[in-house]
């Protein structure tokens, strides 16, 4: 298949785990991909592996000026975008009682207020009928100990999700939102997460296993793809069965 033949897709934190999967499978498809990060070293890597096409641009998803001269180096290239995931974000987990206001700060900047002001920076680049697939989290969903901050900030783009839907609509662009469950990605090992909690975590998945980030590629792509031009302002979950049961 190639959904994205002539089509230019920008994926934010696209230099590891989910989004340079996302980014792999965009490219696999036809579309000329952008990726944004800030580790330098990691975003030449994944420029290397999705080929000479691709462009990589460091960007800091918390950083507001970041997030305009970003729309304005796109600009400066002449690139318009026909799907935008939306991908950058942090994960910090803390007791309820230890969370400070540097943690609290921190999530909000990069996985709210950066997604957000992205998101609206990006407007004037997107094609009629553009597609912006958002990253969540089950993590809004099931009340996990331990995740009180980060689960409110996601919540929060579930919701941005639905309302940037309504107001977008009338030029054909759809928001959407991809919430994943545990995903066997890089993140794990900077979270900290040793075998014996993953396996724990893997015995509340009722398919018995962590995701790929292959898999959640695969309902990035349907997401922006036209073949899902009647879905509108919609969450879907991709979990394995954990926050159903």
Do not use: C
């Not at 033949?5 to 340079?20: H, M, W």
């Not at 959407?176 to 724990?200: C, F, W, Y």
């Amino acid at each position: 298949m190639n959904r994205f033949e002539g089509k230019t897709v920008l994926v934010t934190g696209g230099n590891s785990g989910i989004g340079l999967a996302a980014a792999k499978a965009y490219a696999a498809e036809g579309a000329r991909v952008v990726i944004t990060g800030r580790d330098a070293t990691s975003l030449a890597q994944a420029q290397a592996e999705l080929g000479a096409a691709s462009v990589a641009i460091g960007n800091d998803a918390a950083s507001l000026p970041a997030a305009r001269q970003l729309a304005k180096e796109l600009t400066a290239k002449g690139l318009t975008l026909d799907a935008v995931f939306i991908n950058a974000g942090v994960a910090k987990f803390a007791a309820f009682a230890d969370v400070d206001e540097s943690l609290w700060d921190q999530s909000f900047d990069v996985n709210v207020k950066g997604a957000y002001f992205q998101i609206q920076a990006l407007l004037p680049l997107l094609n009629q009928g553009a597609s912006i697939v958002i990253n969540g989290s089950i993590n809004a969903h099931i009340g996990m100990p331990a995740s009180s901050v980060y689960a409110a900030s996601k919540a929060a783009v579930i919701s941005l999700a639905k309302t940037l839907s309504a107001e977008l609509l009338p030029r054909g662009i759809r928001v959407n939102v991809v919430s994943p469950g545990p995903i066997r990605t890089p993140l794990h090992s900077k979270l900290g997460m040793d075998e014996a909690t993953a396996a724990q975590l893997q015995a509340q998945i009722p398919v018995g296993r962590f995701g790929t980030a292959e898999e959640l590629a695969s309902t990035i792509l349907h997401l922006s793809a036209s073949e899902s031009a009647f879905i509108v302002g919609t969450e879907i979950i991709v979990d394995g069965g954990m926050s159903q049961l």
